[in-house]
């Protein structure tokens, strides 16, 4: 069981990387641009810039069916210890 486990977040956190991987492959420090101003920060009408998180379909499903496959074994562990007793 233990292995499994071990497997299981092994492979989750190469998935995470791996779909990471273009944030991380972007230069840093970033370049300084000519212009420094900020949307929103003028104190006028102007909305503060949306820095919303993109979170790709994969993601969602790996998450998903992770969720998934911790609760059924949990649930499989429980119905076998109540069946052996």
Do not use: C
Not at 41 to 58: D, M
């Amino acid at each position: 069981m233990g292995k499994r486990i071990v497997g299981a977040v092994a492979v989750a956190g190469a998935f995470v990387l791996w779909s990471a991987g273009a944030a991380l492959a972007q230069t840093y420090p970033p370049t300084p641009s000519a212009t420094t101003s900020v949307a929103g920060a003028s104190g006028g009408n102007e909305p503060t810039a949306f820095t919303g998180a993109r979170i790709g379909f994969a993601v969602v499903a790996v998450v998903v069916l992770l969720a998934l496959g911790i609760a059924a074994s949990v649930v499989a562990r429980r119905r076998s210890a109540h069946v052996a007793s």
